[in-house]
Every structure is written in C-alpha cells, then in structure tokens.
C-alpha cells in the first residue's frame, strides 16, 4: 500500500471541522480590520525565496523543495507567503492607487526540516500582511489581532515575545559587536553557529543548542544599539500594547529565521509544544517591497500556524460536527424513491439528509440513523405512503409525531 510522504498529513473528517472553524474566525476576523483575501501560488521561482528570505537562513539553505521543471527553470514549493505575496503586490503595481494594502491568504507551506511534534514538511499558514505604513500603531495592531484570535479560539497559554532588530543604520553597528562577541565565544559555539558567525551572526542568537545558549547569555543587545528612530518605533509598539492591555516580554534575542525583518519582531509562544514553541511570528520588513523590485513601501506581517494552533487549542472537532439534521428511514421501493426526492429537496433547502439505499430493515436503519448521530428520523413505509402521512422521531427525546407528506419540506423545516 502506497502510504503518505513523511512529515506529510492528511486532515481527516472529525479533525477539519477544527480547522474550518478556525480559518472561518480568521478570515472574518481579519475582514473585519479591512484586509482583503489574496491567493498566491505554491509554486514559484526558486529565486524569489532566495532573495528575500536570505541565502544564508536554515530555509533556503537546507529546507526548500526545489528543483527544476521540464524546461530547467529552478521552481520552489513556497516555504512561506510573505515573498509571494510581496511579489505580487509589485508585480500586479497593487500600489498604484494607493500604497497602503492589506492581504491575507491561508494555505500550505512547505519545508524539509525533521518531522517532530508539531514540525511537518507540509503545514498550514494564516498570513496576514500591511504594506504602505510604517506606524508603530500597525505593529501594535498585529499583535492586538492575534491576541484576538487566539483569545477568541481559546487558546490563553499564550506569551507574546517581541524584539526589535533596528534596521540599515542601527544594525550593522550591532552585527560589529555580535561579531567580535562571537569570535571570542567561538570555542563554546555548535558548529553551525561557527559558520554561521561569520555570514549570519544574529542567527546565533535564536540557536537552540543548550552550549550556544548559555554561551550567548551575555551576547550584547540589539536593544542597546537601537538608532532614535528605531527607539522611539519599538517605545511607541509596547506603549501601544499596554494600551490594548496586551501582556509581552521583550526578548532580545528573538532574531526570527528570515533576513528580511526590520525593527519589531514578534512571536506568540506555548509551552505546550516542546521545542517547537512558536504558534505564530511575524514584524516589519521595511526594506523587502524595494529589495524586491517595487517602490520604497514599508511593510509588516505575520503568520499563524495552523497546524500547532490545533494542537494546543481547548477547543474540540467534534463540538463542529455536522451530523445528518434528519435520516429517511424508506421501506419499500416506492418509499425509497419518494425519500430520494425528499432527500435532494432537504440538501437544497440546508438541510442535511442521510437515507439508506440498501433496502435494510427497519431495525437497522435506525442502527445507522444514531451512528451518524442524525438528530430526527423520517419513517416511511408503504403504509405510510396510503396514508399520506410519516412518522417524524426525535432521536433525542424519542418523542414520535406524524406528519402530512403534502408539504413535507416546510413542515420538517419548521419541526427542526
Ligand atoms: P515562520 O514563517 O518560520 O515565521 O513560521 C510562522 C509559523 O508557522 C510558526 O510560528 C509556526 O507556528 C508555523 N511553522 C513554521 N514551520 C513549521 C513546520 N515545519 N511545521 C509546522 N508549523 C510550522
């Protein structure tokens, strides 16, 4: 037997009502605070994520699906939206009429990284983008929409961590100290974070290899070498968040894994997880709209993942099951025909409506009726048909009433 791709899943039945329900809260959410859906490709040119995410992350060096289609062009799964969509919001000149645009998309990502709990190599993504304002009050605001969110889909264990990663001035002063920190730690560093202090030395800071971090506990602090401007963006974020009653912890050592990021970052985190604590991450990219080919536009983001959210909510699949709202129960092939039509004319009208089609007794579609938990049985027989009238059961209180066939569909509506 063929199985799934490893740290591949299927979301079955029973599970993705879960998930509906949670893309249903985002996406009105999200609408609500005037962001409009887009829908972007999975795949794109290799380059794209290359350019934006960084040569030198984890990602692009060791995590991407790539390869080269029929006519040798390299195409990658995305391994995340924000370049898609920030390609399109150029490519499409989105900016046009007004730079100031807010997208969202859900959908699937894909990385190559160690299947573990709560790590997939295809996982799902709620993203969210604003390009053209630099306020700190948009920062604030992602945060506030995810605190929201996840309020909203009890999910409380949360912890806000934010950072602030400066930007063109303020953190090559910065990456100096890191460095010569660095050089002096190098002995006490895994090997990745050797070679990754030369080309990437703030990814050092987020390594979590228990040598690196204690050895980066006395690491300077970005938050040190913060220019006015920057001081003043992230003073103006937390002031924000203590406005909106938004509890935080500034961890100055949240670098994120993606290059791209200026001034605020954030990540929500759970201690439910283990290692892979972050439920959703995101911040400012002032710089990527230009680096990619588009005018100087600021912008910030972040992205929920789906598939962790769903494995630390309280809440359950099965409380958005929908059962069958009635099952026909038909005896006889006269009776069966006239269940069909009903059938169709309950799917219609919003109603769902099971019936049996194998011609079983009585006894035993009633069997079925309550495995699918359908909440009324419609019982019609040949008798009934003479009679023009059937049997209407509550599975619940059992209560059992008999009702006219003429008019069927509205009388059950009103029943139900
Ligand atoms: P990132 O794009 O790395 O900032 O990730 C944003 C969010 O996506 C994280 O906070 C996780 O919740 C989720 N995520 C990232 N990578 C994975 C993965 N391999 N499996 C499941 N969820 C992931």
Excluded at 238 to 255: C, G, P, T
Aim: aromatic letters at 8%; charged letters at 30%; one cysteine or more.
């Amino acid at each position: 037997m063929i199985q799934l791709i490893r740290g591949f899943k299927d979301i079955l039945p029973g599970e993705v009502e879960l998930w509906q329900h949670i893309e249903k809260t985002a996406r009105s959410l999200l609408e609500s605070f005037g962001f409009k859906e887009i829908r972007i490709p999975i795949l794109e040119h290799a380059e794209l994520f290359a350019r934006s995410i960084g040569e030198d992350t984890d990602i692009v060096e060791k995590e991407m699906y790539t390869f080269s289609d029929r006519k040798g062009d390299l195409i990658t799964l995305r391994p995340e939206a924000t370049a898609s969509v920030v390609r399109s919001y150029i490519q499409h000149k989105l900016y046009a009429k007004d730079p100031v645009r807010k997208f969202y998309t859900i959908g699937p990502m894909f990385r190559r990284e160690r299947p573990q709990k709560g790590r997939y190599r295809q996982f799902y993504q709620i993203n969210a983008e604003v390009f053209g304002i630099d306020s700190p009050f948009i920062d604030a605001q992602l945060i506030f929409l995810l605190s929201v969110f996840f309020k909203k889909l009890s999910a409380t264990e949360l912890k806000v961590h934010i950072n602030s990663l400066g930007c063109r001035i303020c953190r090559p002063e910065f990456k100096k100290a890191l460095s010569v920190f660095l050089s002096a730690a190098k002995e006490e560093l895994c090997s990745d974070c050797r070679r990754r202090s030369n080309r990437n030395p703030l990814r050092v800071l987020d390594c979590k290899v228990p040598s690196c971090c204690s050895a980066m506990a006395d690491a300077p602090s970005i938050l040190d070498h913060l220019c006015s401007e920057c001081s003043r963006h992230f003073e103006a974020v937390k002031n924000a968040l203590e406005k909106f009653k938004i509890s935080f912890v500034v961890d100055k050592r949240l670098v994120r894994g993606l290059d791209y990021y200026t001034r605020t970052t954030f990540e929500i985190q759970t201690g439910l997880l283990g290692a892979q604590n972050a439920v959703a991450g995101g911040g400012r990219y002032n710089s990527l709209v230009k680096a990619l080919g588009g005018p100087d536009q600021p912008a910030a983001g972040f992205a929920i993942g789906l598939d962790r959210f769903v494995e630390i909510t309280d809440l359950k699949a099965k409380d958005f099951a929908q059962n069958p709202d009635i099952f026909i129960a038909a005896l006889g092939e006269k009776s069966m025909s006239m269940a069909f039509d009903w059938s169709c004319a309950f799917g219609l009208e919003g109603i769902i409506a099971e019936l049996d089609f194998a011609g079983k007794s009585l006894k035993s579609q009633m069997k079925r009726a309550d495995r699918l938990g359908a909440k009324h049985v419609l019982i019609v027989g040949e008798k009934e048909l003479e009679e023009k009238a059937v049997i209407l059961r509550n599975m619940t209180t059992k209560e059992q009433v008999m009702i006219p066939i003429d008019d069927i569909i509205e009388t059950v509506k009103e029943k139900l």
